[in-house]
């Protein structure tokens, strides 16, 4: 799977446990794949400007005799989603983008924490038991870990200070390394074959 737009929008609203993410996929013809991935940059970049969006990804791969293409599409709440929905940007995107023929399964919606544990190729979110137990598999060693080594230069700190330095630092850990990480590493526990 190779990631070709990331397309995260510098300074807008980032996720919350309100927010929406949508996955959406499309199957697209090898003889179409460059018309495709051209208007699709362009569509993505109007849909990073919109208001209320926090940012796209493209993934792309190889599928049989043409290409798969995954768009997680990022919206700050529910409120901001139905805009997208209700927009003159959003009929353009289903013009140019939308299959003749949409399938089953072809767009996912996903609220909160969901969206950490999907990808292209498992777009079911597990239960959220396993999501809270291997988010707990996070948050207790890194926990311990700046408790031990940061306590010292904390205590130091004004208490505001030192709690804001120490979830900045967790959450963006958690965020960008260590759930990914664990994402991989679980997935067959998470999200089992059916």
């Given at each position: ?40 940059e362009k569509l993505l970049r109007d849909f990073d ?22 768009i997680l599409q990022h919206f700050a709440s529910q ?116």
């Amino acid at each position: 799977m190779e990631l070709l737009y990331p397309l995260p929008t510098p300074g807008t609203a980032t996720e919350t446990c309100g927010s929406i993410t949508v996955l959406v996929n499309r199957f697209v013809p090898q003889d179409g794949e460059k018309a495709f991935a051209d208007t699709l940059e362009k569509l993505l970049r109007d849909f990073d400007r919109f208001p209320g969006t926090a940012g796209s990804r493209v993934f792309r791969r190889q599928v049989g005799n043409g290409v798969e293409f995954s768009i997680l599409q990022h919206f700050a709440s529910q409120t901001d989603h139905d805009a997208w929905l209700a927009s003159p940007e959003f009929a353009r995107w289903r013009g140019e983008v939308a299959p003749p023929v949409p399938t089953p399964d072809h767009v996912h919606r996903y609220s909160g924490m969901e969206s950490f544990f999907v990808s292209a190729k498992a777009p079911d979110a597990p239960p959220r038991w396993k999501m809270a137990i291997l988010l707990l598999l996070v948050v207790y060693p890194l926990s311990l870990a700046l408790s031990m080594w940061g306590g010292p230069v904390l205590a130091s700190l004004p208490v505001l200070v030192g709690t804001l330095l120490t979830s900045v630092f967790m959450v963006w850990l958690m965020t960008y390394l260590l759930v990914p990480i664990l994402t991989k590493v679980f997935q067959s526990w998470l999200q089992p074959a059916k």
